[in-house]
DNA sequence: AAGCGGCCTGGACAGACTGTCCGGCCCGGA
DNA sequence: TCCGGGCCGGACAGTCTGTCCAGGCCGCTT
């Protein structure tokens, strides 16, 4: 890369379709460009919360992607720390050599959505709601579903997670409630390839963390 | 229609309200007013199927409707021959002395609903589906959930509960899964007010007559 | 290189929870 | 009255849970 200012090219050479594409969605959809190399905020468009060019990207790094790899990624869903709910969308951006040189993500506010679908839904299917099952029939799948979606996301694979990933990962499924399921334990531990004592390790953390008192 | 259609005034009492119903929601609602007493229609409008002025109504004895009973019924679901899924509301229309006069039933196509919010569903939530609990939180109050309808469809209270009914909830609540979640055993016992012993003989004789293979 | 701190790991363990079994009890029917 | 079905509490072995520890690995410092 350049002296100083390696963002300049890509940010002139991207910037008319991340400005299409916020534009395309409207008010709900955030665009940012990614420098995937120092993993830094290269420009925003439309942001949401208050990240500006310059600021860490917290997308883990996605340099060691191989070609044949597939390079849009999701859509997957984050979170806001207010709550809103996003889609979001990763693209790999190429340069004429081929090289990873920026990611593109997009992310669009689901809430208003959400709420419309759940009007339609509502307006649609009145009262004949469905037994429901207390939980999900396949839970080991949906544990690895949201390892999964985590690595994804991180862009690591799991044997190459940090310790503070997994923590991560372990809080997600203690707020999904996966521990309190039998025999979960050691199949959250296999699907975190690290030992069961590692996880309880990292579960009373977690729980410590979230509940000092 | 005149002379040997008594059905006139009540047409033209509520044929504005059928209209603006009709009109109000499009293409896909028909608006049906029968007549209650002989049970045959009165007038349709926007038919979705062949019926007409005279045929008969179909909506079964709606005649021994105490006053005290609410005069709209719904939306309950129906189901095209065709396979079109209806929401349906139906309401009893009273003349100036409070006598049943004609039932007004307006039937919504909901397949565009359905479809739309499938699409705005799958346009907000892709593939990583809601962090969305793997189980309730509060199981035990679901646990008493189960029970408690049981026993109000039954009319029993639980004490007093036969064994082939508490066979049934302890069915119910092994489909929700619940015995799968940690320390459930003892909370439905207590809930079902047996033992933890009686519990697991119920629930081995469940499994059993599932699958006798 | 050696020392150190942080972290992971397998193994060990106590304690909790799970399923199963049994003897005793109650109750309704023959 | 006797009998059989069903329930109960208690007991038990086996499993699962959390916790702890000693040892090992790794990167960092001295």
Same mark, same amino acid.
């Given at each position: 890369?350049?002296?100083?200012?390696?963002?300049?090219?890509?940010?002139?050479?991207?910037?008319?379709?991340?400005?299409?594409?916020?534009?395309?969605?409207?008010?709900?959809?955030?665009?940012?460009?990614?420098?995937?190399?120092?993993?830094?905020?290269?420009?925003?468009?439309?942001?949401?919360?208050?990240?500006?060019?310059?600021?860490?990207?917290?997308?883990?790094?996605?340099?060691?992607?191989?070609?044949?790899?597939?390079?849009?990624?999701?859509?997957?869903?984050?979170?806001?720390?207010?709550?809103?709910?996003?889609?979001?969308?990763?693209?790999?951006?190429?340069?004429?050599?081929?090289?990873?040189?920026?990611?593109?993500?997009?992310?669009?506010?689901?809430?208003?959505?959400?709420? &419309?679908?759940?009007?339609? !839904? +509502?307006?649609? /299917?009145? =009262?004949?709601?469905? *037994? #429901?099952?207390?939980?999900?029939?396949?839970?080991?799948?949906?544990?690895?579903?949201?390892?999964?979606?985590?690595?994804?996301?991180?862009?690591?694979?799991?044997?190459?997670?940090?310790?503070?990933?997994?923590?991560?990962?372990? &809080?997600?499924?203690?707020? !999904? +409630?996966?521990? /309190?399921? =039998?025999?979960?334990? *050691? #199949?959250?531990?296999?699907?975190?390839?690290?030992?069961?004592?590692?996880?309880?390790?990292?579960?009373?953390?977690?729980?410590?963390?979230?509940?000092?008192?």
């Amino acid at each position: 890369m350049r002296a100083s200012e390696p963002a300049d090219d890509r940010v002139r050479t991207w910037s008319p379709v991340c400005r299409a594409v916020a534009a395309l969605l409207g008010p709900y959809a955030e665009v940012v460009l990614h420098d995937a190399a120092t993993d830094r905020v290269l420009a925003i468009w439309n942001p949401m919360t208050a990240r500006a060019p310059g600021d860490p990207s917290l997308l883990g790094e996605l340099d060691d992607l191989d070609p044949a790899a597939e390079d849009v990624f999701g859509p997957y869903e984050k979170v806001l720390a207010d709550g809103r709910r996003l889609s979001s969308v990763s693209a790999v951006l190429r340069d004429a050599e081929g090289e990873p040189s920026a990611v593109l993500c997009v992310n669009l506010d689901r809430t208003p959505l959400d709420q &419309a679908a759940a009007v339609l !839904a +509502g307006f649609a /299917a009145p =009262r004949t709601r469905r *037994p #429901e099952p207390l939980f999900e029939r396949d839970w080991p799948e949906r544990v690895h579903r949201i390892v999964g979606g985590f690595v994804h996301e991180s862009g690591r694979p799991v044997e190459r997670l940090t310790r503070e990933d997994r923590l991560t990962v372990v &809080a997600r499924l203690d707020d !999904a +409630g996966v521990f /309190a399921l =039998r025999r979960s334990a *050691p #199949e959250v531990a296999r699907a975190l390839q690290t030992s069961r004592s590692t996880l309880y390790a990292l579960l009373a953390e977690h729980r410590a963390r979230r509940s000092p008192r």
